[in-house]
Nanobody, 121 residues
Framework: QVQLVESGGGLVQAGGSLRLSCAAS????????MGWFRQAPGKEREFVAA????????NYADSVKGRFTISRDNAKNTAYLQMNSLKPEDTAVYYC??????????????WGQGTQVTVSS
């Protein structure tokens, strides 16, 4: 079992940057693929990025590729999402998740509570 707590959300102007963190409890962090998802008002939750066990393999949604960078520090039980060149359409609640990998929500049984990211134009 793993518990996840996100932080780092906030209000930023278009073109700005934010760094989200996801702190995990438990000793099995390195055995999970860590993913970030987001949900905008009135929309379904969608995949943003994933980082595999040692951090060498990453996967991104096309909408964030080249602007967002996912990483992890297994020694600190923490995953990160560096978000640059933010756009108003990036506004959403961002969720950290732990699971087996891939882009499907069903592959991630463990979720954080979410952190709000708002990008103003």
């Amino acid at each position: 079992q793993v518990q996840l707590v996100e932080s780092g959300g906030g209000l930023v102007q278009a073109g700005g940057s934010l760094r989200l963190s996801c702190a995990a409890s438990g000793s099995t962090f390195s055995s999970y693929v860590m993913g970030w998802f987001r949900q905008a008002p009135g929309k379904e939750r969608e995949f943003v990025a994933a980082v595999y066990w040692r951090g060498g393999i990453t996967n991104y949604a096309d909408s964030v590729k080249g602007r967002f960078t996912i990483s992890r520090d297994n020694a600190k039980n923490t995953a990160y999402l560096q978000m640059n060149s933010l756009k108003p359409e990036d506004t959403a609640v961002y969720y950290c998740a732990a699971g087996r990998g891939g882009r499907a929500i069903s592959e991630y049984p463990h979720w954080g509570q979410g952190t709000q990211v708002t990008v103003s134009s």
